[in-house]
Every structure is written in C-alpha cells, then in structure tokens.
Nanobody
Framework: QVQLVEFGGGLVQAGGPLRLSCGAS????????LGWYRQAPGKQRDMVAR???????TYAGSVKGRFTIPDDNAKNTIYLQMNSLKPEDTGVYYC?????????????WGQGTQVTVSS
C-alpha cells in the first residue's frame, strides 16, 4: 500500500504563488504515477497534473503554463508549484499515486488540502 500526506494549502490572493507538497510512504517502488487533482465546491474531482513513470507530465488545459510539477522533487515527495493563481483555482487539492497491486493498478489518495484564491 501507499500512503500520501499533503501540505501547503492556504489562502492566497489572485496572481500569487503557492507550493503544495505531498509525501509518500509505504510501497514506494510500486508507484507508476504521481499527480495532483482538485475538487471545487459542487464539482467533480479533476486532474490538475500527472507525472508518469516514463518521466512525462500532463497538465490540465486550465493550468498549463501556470502550474508545474518541479524536477526537484525530493525522494518520496512530489510538489505542485502554482503561479498566477486565479479564483477559479479554489478547491481541495488531492495528491494521487497509482501503484501496482497484485492484479491491477490501485489509486491512493491523500486527505486533501484546501486552496482558496481571493480576488
């Protein structure tokens, strides 16, 4: 199993930056992808950024050019650098790990961290 814990949420003014971090523990070697999702009030949880085992990173169109998963990720930690934040970026941000189970790929989620962007 893989356990995830997020840090770094908070209140920020529009246009400002914020950096989220997520620490992974457990079966680290079985992880095939790490990423970030967010859920705005009353909406479904959507992918923000996802980094696969091949090294490629995919970003949602709404955050491309503003959010990045830095290359300086520490071992067992993934970050999300968010710049030029907008009020529509407000939501609960979840760290996600996809890892190899015995027969399939399993999703693990962190507890979520609230990000609020004020206009």
């Amino acid at each position: 199993q893989v356990q995830l814990v997020e840090f770094g949420g908070g209140l920020v003014q529009a246009g400002g930056p914020l950096r989220l971090s997520c620490g992974a523990s457990g079966s680290i070697s079985s992880i095939v992808a790490l990423g970030w999702y967010r859920q705005a009030p009353g909406k479904q949880r959507d992918m923000v950024a996802r980094s696969g085992s091949a090294g490629s990173t995919t970003y949602a169109g709404s955050v491309k050019g503003r959010f990045t998963i830095p290359d300086d990720n520490a071992k067992n930690t993934i970050y999300l650098q968010m710049n030029s934040l907008k009020p529509e970026d407000t939501g609960v941000y979840y760290c996600n790990a996809e890892y190899l189970g015995r027969y399939n790929i399993i999703d693990s989620w962190g507890q979520g961290t609230q990000v609020t962007v004020s206009s």
